[in-house]
């Protein structure tokens, strides 16, 4: 296995592209370890992207907030203004695994390891974020929602990387939040979860974006979910509707985590549930 | 020598090894660098008995490559005593018999000092949160929490 850890994300890139054999990015390596060590993935090449500057940012600017590939779970809890702005995608982010996953593990990781329980994943998708993806050839931004394609799948072709997370800039009232269901407290899977982000104006919801994790074969974006708030202020008929399309837009598997029934059903309460902290963080009342 | 040379500071010293580049650092630690503190448990990242910092960061060693060390800062559990004197935390697991086994003790002081460097008193509630990524599976973990109280008091006395 060749390990390299160039400096620039073109370089990281290209490298991929042009390995005959197996090529993976090493971000936290909480899932390409694990990978390794069960005999999943033989790598022929391991390319560390935590020495590209790009990648190691948080930076606030007026078009939004980027976040780089290689920033870890730590350091997002340690970042106070990110917190403030995005408490959903941050705690979602958080919830990933022990304080020892976290002092290593990324929201990019969690994306491109395309698991449909990914905690971060549909935080961001509620958020809105879009992905910077550099190629051998060119970079391109896409919404967060069309990086995974399945259970382990993307649609990054080979060589393409993400390179950060931008969130769109927060004005006004906002608000966001993540909640997940598990049987513990701690250290483990989701079995369902919900992110809710939405925007209020004169105490309405003006825009909502409602996203379930763990209930399809990547996360799903509800767009009826949001309709049915939009406009409200978050009354029981409004949250009801909501809740209904929410479990109406569910495809899960029945396995020892859940039953179908089971994660349909939670996924409306869950949702119900995050929309109102997302719009008690907006200000709402 | 063969493999990949890695520079790096453990406990504070200088220390040079070489391994191979898929080699994880709980291996290249125990068997290079001859720290058995650092256990194996699951060598998957869910038991935290192969716990040590890099950089000041928690990590599991079990999911980091020994060649991601070059240059970097590592702290293991050989680092926690002062010579002879047993750090706090080492002390009062004793004091409350805080172990059986012992192999998943090094992760678990690890991961306590880790959490006491960033939150001099913790509550009982954070304590077990921020020891949630390690297992023992013989005293079922009360001892070691009040260990772990028992360490920040002393720590809080002495400053």
Request: glycine fraction near 10%.
């Amino acid at each position: 296995m060749r390990y390299e850890a160039p400096t620039t994300t073109q370089e990281a890139a290209n490298l991929i592209a042009r390995e005959k054999g197996e090529a993976f990015v090493l971000a936290g390596g909480t899932d390409l370890l694990v990978r390794m060590k069960t005999g999943l993935s033989d790598p022929t090449l391991v390319v560390d992207i935590k020495h590209i500057p790009a990648m190691q940012d948080v930076k606030t600017t007026d078009s939004g907030t980027k976040i780089g590939a290689a920033v870890s779970g730590s350091r997002l809890n340690a970042n106070k203004k990110l917190k403030k702005a995005w408490p959903g995608i941050v705690e979602a982010a958080n919830l990933i695994g022990s304080d020892q996953i976290q002092g290593r593990a990324t929201m990019v990781g969690n994306l491109c390891n395309a698991s449909p329980a990914a905690d971060s994943v549909p935080a961001m998708i509620a958020a809105g974020a879009k992905a910077v993806v550099v190629g051998p050839k060119k970079r391109r931004t896409v919404p967060v929602e069309k990086i995974a394609t399945g259970p382990g799948k993307t649609s990054l072709a080979k060589g393409e990387i993400v390179e950060s997370i931008n969130l769109p800039k927060r004005t006004g009232k906002a608000g966001d939040a993540y909640l997940r269901f598990i049987p513990r407290t701690e250290m483990d899977i989701a079995v369902v979860s919900a992110g809710v982000n939405l925007t209020l104006e004169r105490g309405l919801v003006k825009t909502a974006r409602v996203c379930l994790g763990a209930v399809g074969p990547t996360a799903v974006l509800v767009q009826k979910a949001a309709k049915a708030i939009i406009g409200s202020k978050l009354d029981e008929e409004s949250l009801d509707k909501m809740a209904e399309a929410c479990s109406a837009a569910c495809t899960p598997i029945s396995d020892k985590r859940g039953t179908v029934e089971y994660r349909t059903k939670v996924a409306g309460v869950l949702a119900k549930r995050a929309a109102k902290i997302a719009f008690k963080r907006a200000g709402g009342k | 020598m063969t493999g990949t040379l890695v520079n790096t500071t453990v406990n504070g010293d200088a220390v040079q090894f070489a391994c191979p580049t898929d080699e994880s650092l709980m291996d290249s630690l125990r068997d290079r660098v001859g720290l058995t503190g650092v256990k194996e448990g699951c060598g998957t990242g869910d038991c935290g008995a192969c716990s040590i910092t890099l950089d000041g960061e928690l990590v599991c060693s079990c999911l980091v490559l020994g060649v991601e060390a070059n240059g970097r800062n590592i702290g293991t559990v050989e680092g926690l005593a002062d010579g002879d004197k047993l750090h706090p935390l080492q002390e009062q697991f004793i004091n409350h018999a805080a172990l059986q086994c012992g192999i998943c003790t090094p992760g678990f002081l690890v991961a306590a000092k880790a959490l006491l460097d960033k939150n001099k008193n913790p509550t009982e509630e954070e304590i077990r949160y921020a020891l949630a990524g390690n297992l023992c599976r013989c005293t079922g973990y009360d001892k070691i929490v009040r260990a772990v109280q028992a360490a920040s008091k002393d720590l809080r006395k002495k400053k």
